[in-house]
C-alpha cells in the first residue's frame, strides 16, 4: 500500500486502525502544482483542506485516506482562476469520494453482478457503496467504438417489461454487446445496419420487426436464427404437440419426494365410484361433447370464427381443439409450495435414522434456516409415523405440460432414474408419443452437433408427419 502513495508522490503522514477502520493521512511531497486551468507551475501556497476517500481495503478492514490537498495562487496573469487545488492524476478525480482504483474495482464487480449484487459483494469486501453508486460506474465507464463488425445478433432488451422496448446488438465474433438502440423498430435497426456496411451475417429470433429492419438495412447479409431461440422453438412445439396427446398418468409413491407441481389422482376404489370422481367424470364428458360438436361444425363450416360464434366459445379453444387429434385433457394445477418443502428430505432422513420427536427434529432444522411453525414439523412428523408401519402407497399423477417437456426435448443422459421410467411409461403408451420424441431428439440432435446438411430431410419427414403441430 505505501509503495502505491510513494509511486503517486504521496507521503503517509499519520496511521492509525481500529477494528473496524485503517485510517491514513497523506500528503503530496511535490513543492508545487500545475494549474490544471492554464498549465503554469505555482508554488505559491494558499491554504490547504482535507479530502476523505475510500480506498482499497486492507486487513479485512476498510481503509479511508484522509488527503491533505494544497491550494495555490497560480501566477499566470491571464489565467481566470487566481487559486487552483492540487490534483494528482491516477490517485482521484476532482470531488471524488473514492480513489480511481477503488472505482476501477466497484466497475469491474458492477459489470459482472449489477447493482444490487454488487453492492452487496461491495459490502462483504469492506468497501461499502450503494446500488446506485455501482451503476453510476457503469454509466461513467469508457467503451473503445465497435468498429467493422461482421456478424451480429439483435434482440429486445426492456426500458419497461411489457411497455417498452428498445434494441441490443452485440458483436458474436468477440461475444460483446456494440450498440444499444432506444426502439424496438425495423427503422431503427435499418438506419444502423446502413451505417455500419461491414455486416454480413444477422442473428435474430422469429421477430418480423428485426427481419424487416435487416432485410432493408443490409438487403446482402444473411439472415440466420440463433440456436438459444431454435432450442426455445422446439421447447414450445414440445408442449403443443404434448397438450394433444393422450397420455397416461404416472406411478409416484407417495413418500417420493419429487417436487413436481401438478395435481394428483389417486387410484379409484374398486367398491365404487366417490363424488370427487364423478364430478371429474361429468366434466370430461362435457369436455368430450364440446370436442366432437367443435370438429362436426367445423367440417360443415370451415370457419373458426362461426364455430366460436354457434358454440360461445372463444377462437383460441376452437383452435386448440382442433389440433388435437384427441380430446385435450385440463392442465394439472400446480402444487401447493410449503416453507417446509426444503427439509422434507433432512427430516425423512433423520426419522429413518431413529430420530422421530418432533420438537427435536424442529430444533434441527431452524438451525438450518428454517423460519416457519413448530406445527407443520410436528404434522409432517405425525404423516410419517402413520406411514412407518404400513407400504407405501402409489399416486399417479399426470405430468405437466413443462415437465414433458423436459422428458421429450432434453437428452436422455441428462434424465434421472425416475424420468426414465417415465418417459419409457409415456412412450409405450401412445404410438404418437413415440414419433415426436424420434423428431424432438433428432431435431435436438442436428443443432448440438451442428449437422446443417441433416436439416432439409428433418424437414421433409416432419412435413410428412401424423401430428399436426409438427
Known amino acids: 500500500m505505501w509503495r502505491f502513495f510513494r509511486r503517486l508522490g504521496l507521503v503517509v503522514k499519520q496511521a492509525r486502525s481500529d477494528p473496524a477502520e485503517i485510517i491514513l493521512v497523506v500528503e503530496s511531497s511535490a513543492l508545487g502544482a500545475v494549474c490544471p486551468f492554464c498549465g503554469h507551475f505555482s508554488d505559491c501556497r494558499h491554504s490547504q483542506y482535507v479530502r476523505r476517500l475510500l480506498d482499497l481495503p486492507a486487513d479485512s478492514r476498510k481503509v479511508v485516506v484522509h488527503w491533505r490537498i494544497r491550494k495555490f495562487r497560480c501566477i499566470n496573469p491571464n489565467c481566470r482562476h487566481r487559486v487552483f487545488a492540487e490534483r494528482i492524476p491516477g490517485f482521484a478525480r476532482p470531488h471524488a ?11 469491474r464487480i458492477g459489470v459482472f453482478l449489477g447493482g444490487e449484487a454488487g453492492a452487496r459483494l461491495a459490502r462483504d469486501l469492506h468497501t461499502p457503496v450503494s446500488p446506485d453508486t455501482i451503476l453510476r460506474l457503469l454509466y461513467r465507464m469508457e467503451i473503445s467504438p465497435c468498429g467493422n ?40 435497426l435499418a438506419n444502423w445496419l446502413r451505417e455500419h456496411s461491414s455486416v454480413t451475417i444477422v442473428s435474430r429470433d422469429r421477430s418480423g420487426t428485426f427481419a ?3 432485410k432493408a438495412g443490409a438487403p446482402n447479409a444473411i439472415q440466420v436464427a440463433d440456436r438459444w431461440h431454435l432450442f426455445k422453438n422446439l421447447g414450445d412445439l414440445a408442449e403443443r404437440v404434448v397438450s394433444t396427446l393422450s397420455l397416461p398418468p404416472v406411478p409416484v409413491e407417495e413418500d417420493s419426494q419429487q417436487a413436481l407441481p401438478v395435481a394428483e389422482t389417486r387410484q379409484t376404489k374398486p367398491a365404487g365410484e366417490n363424488r370427487k370422481d364423478a364430478r371429474k367424470r361429468q366434466s370430461q364428458q362435457r369436455r368430450q ?21 354457434e358454440l ?6 376452437v383452435r386448440k381443439y382442433l389440433r388435437a387429434s384427441e380430446c385435450p385433457q385440463p392442465k394439472p394445477r400446480a402444487k401447493r409450495k410449503s416453507i417446509l418443502d426444503p427439509y422434507r428430505d433432512y427430516l425423512i432422513r433423520r426419522w429413518s435414522e431413529g430420530c422421530q420427536n418432533a420438537a427435536a427434529l424442529y430444533r434441527e432444522i431452524t438451525e438450518l434456516g428454517y423460519t416457519g411453525s413448530q406445527t407443520l414439523v410436528k404434522d409432517f412428523v ?15 399423477r399426470r405430468l405437466p405440460a413443462a415437465k414433458l417437456r423436459k422428458l421429450f426435448t432434453q437428452p436422455p443422459e441428462k434424465l434421472n432414474e425416475t424420468e426414465h421410467q417415465w418417459l419409457e411409461l409415456l412412450l ?10 424420434s423428431f424432438f431428439q433428432e431435431f435436438r440432435a442436428l443443432l448440438t452437433n451442428r449437422q446443417a446438411d441433416g436439416l432439409l430431410a428433418w424437414l421433409e419427414r416432419a412435413g410428412r408427419s401424423s401430428l399436426e403441430p409438427i
Not at 360461445?312 to 379453444?317: D, E
Request: hydrophobic fraction near 35%; proline fraction near 3%; aromatic fraction near 6%.
Open 428 to 437: 409405450n403408451a401412445s404410438d404418437a408419443a413415440r414419433e415426436a420424441y
Open 149 to 188: 463488425v461482421r456478424v451480429i445478433g439483435v434482440d429486445e432488451w426492456a426500458w419497461r417489461k411489457g411497455h417498452r422496448y428498445g434494441t441490443i446488438v452485440c458483436d458474436l465474433e468477440t461475444g460483446r454487446p456494440v450498440e444499444i438502440l432506444p426502439e424496438a423498430r425495423a427503422e431503427v
Open 382 to 396: 405425525a404423516t410419517l409415523r402413520r406411514r412407518s408401519h404400513v407400504e407405501p402407497l402409489v399416486r399417479y
Open 289 to 309: 361433447e364440446r370436442y366432437d360438436a367443435i370438429h362436426a361444425l367445423y367440417a360443415k363450416t370451415r370457419s373458426i370464427h362461426a364455430v366460436a360464434r
Open 212 to 214: 424487416d429492419g435487416a
Open 312 to 317: 360461445g366459445v372463444c377462437r383460441h379453444t
Open 97 to 107: 469520494r473514492r480513489t480511481e482504483r477503488l472505482d476501477q474495482l466497484l466497475t
